[in-house]
């Protein structure tokens, strides 16, 4: 089937740094990657869509200045957290779905998540 | 503004036991609900529902949609300790949106031996 990746599973940083977090589409196209980020106990809440090759579409709330979005490839998107502090820390999940494979579906594949502590 | 609910949000249950997970949305132009379960990690697939009364079944799960109810059931019988996990039902509007999900709050499920 079809597997996303992420990187890194996990990250500890300080106030103040930047964290890059990258998702990867191994075995199909990504058209479209979703970043999500996920509270202890409570469900993904969408932070943005981005389409290769195009700007990124933030939900109502997410700040693109704070989370930056790459889609530069159809195999790779990166979200980066500027300037992190503790309240960014989450777990940070990415989907990658591709129109043909998915038939015109909402079916989405999920990476593994990366969980971002800021100190 | 559209959304996703789950009920019951936590379950605990001993093994051996059938679980009937609910969840209803409201969504403009609605096509398709999904099913996922979320252990540790990411969310992995279950279910596709897009037609009404069709059941859909993997083992010792099923699902089914009701477009009239705005809703959807999960159902897993014999339950076992390895089914501990949180189910995410998540809508997906019309295609023009870029297939963006909206996920419900989760139902926790906690399988005792």
């Known amino acids: 089937g079809a597997v996303v990746s992420q990187h890194p599973s996990r990250v500890i940083c300080k106030s103040g740094t930047s964290v890059k977090i990258e998702c990867r589409s191994l075995d199909f196209q990504a058209t479209t990657m979703f970043w999500y980020r996920q509270f202890p106990k409570q469900s993904l809440m969408l932070m943005a869509t981005?389409?290769?090759?195009?700007?990124?579409?933030?939900e109502q709330g997410v700040e693109k200045d704070k989370f930056l979005i790459n889609h530069a490839s159809l195999t790779l998107s990166t979200l980066t957290v500027t300037s992190a502090h503790p309240e960014d820390s989450s777990f940070y999940i990415c989907s990658a779905r591709d129109y043909l494979l998915a038939g015109g579906s909402h079916e989405q594949f999920f990476g593994p998540g990366t969980r971002l502590t800021v100190l | 503004e559209d959304k996703v609910v789950q009920s019951p949000l936590s379950l605990v249950v001993h093994e051996g036991d059938t679980v009937t997970l609910n969840c209803s949305y409201e969504v403009t132009n609605f096509r398709s609900l999904l099913w996922y379960k979320q252990e540790k990690k990411a969310p992995t697939f279950l279910f596709m529902l897009?037609?009404?009364?069709i059941e859909k079944k993997s083992g010792r799960l099923s699902s089914i949609l009701d477009k009239k109810e705005l809703s959807s059931i999960l159902n897993i019988t014999a339950t076992q300790t390895g089914d501990s996990a949180i189910y995410l039902c998540a809508v997906g509007p019309v295609y023009n949106q870029g297939g963006k999900l909206i996920f419900g709050q989760g139902t926790e499920l906690s399988v005792k031996p």
């Open positions: 981005s389409n290769e090759g195009s700007k990124a579409t933030y």
């Open positions: 897009t037609s009404s009364g």
